[in-house]
T-cell receptor, first 114, second 114 residues
């Protein structure tokens, strides 16, 4: 599976935007970019995913570089509830034997200051 | 609405004991995954079910680990002769089907082996 690289930690102030980067230089054409986050003492939760175009949903935006070798998760206004570990994950599209399992890395620990 | 539930939430076992961890996925979800999360690490894939069929068990660390989903709904992860290195949070996730749908995670079972 292609690997992702994320900073170990980032900090933000409440109400400010946060840009969480992810490098995936070995991404293949069939890999989707997924983001999950894990709040303390909880299971991971889905945030957003995309293939080539930028994506927006109620939680966040995903900006994907034109060469797809990097992406950025954008939280437009961080709140204290956004403090979590954020995982950038590549998922192979349907087919083969991956069955969509998630391969988590270390993730980025986001701290939000009041 | 009901999400993925897991029981027990916490389990303490003496080394050598057998344990059984239960997962109740979201009703109607075809795909079910088990992950293991060691302290300070990202979750790691253990095994995957599509309905009652176990299609991938490549992540199970040893033959002491066994998972089943006999009626395609509830799943049980069993660990025989527990060892200290089995101490971790065991996460269950379900997904509507085998396509690239988001996975919904339960809160996990924290297993401590003394």
């Amino acid at each position: 599976d292609a690997k992702t690289t994320q900073p170990n930690s980032m900090e933000s102030n409440e109400e400010e935007p946060v840009h969480l980067p992810c490098n995936h230089s070995t991404i293949s054409g069939t890999d989707y970019i997924h983001w999950y986050r894990q709040l303390p003492s909880q299971g991971p939760e889905y945030v957003i995913h995309g293939l080539t175009s930028n994506v927006n949903n109620r939680m966040a935006s995903l900006a994907i570089a034109e060469d797809r070798k990097s992406s950025t998760l954008i939280l437009h206004r961080a709140t204290l509830r956004d403090a979590a570990v954020y995982y950038c994950i590549l998922r192979r599209s349907a087919g083969g034997t991956s069955y969509g399992k998630l391969t988590f890395g270390q993730g980025t620990i986001l701290t939000v200051h009041p | 609405g009901a999400g993925v539930s897991q029981s027990p939430r916490y389990k303490v076992a003496k080394r050598g004991q057998d344990v059984a961890l239960r997962c109740d996925p979201i009703s109607g979800h075809v795909s079910l995954f088990w992950y293991q999360q060691a302290l300070g690490q990202g979750p790691e894939f253990l095994t995957y079910f599509q309905n009652e069929a176990q299609l991938d068990k490549s992540g199970l660390p040893s033959d002491r680990f066994f998972a089943e989903r006999p009626e395609g709904s509830v799943s049980t992860l069993k660990i025989q002769r527990t060892q200290q290195e089995d101490s971790a949070v065991y996460l269950c996730a379900s997904s509507l089907d085998y396509q690239l749908r988001e996975q919904f995670f339960g809160p996990g079972t924290r297993l401590t082996v003394l």
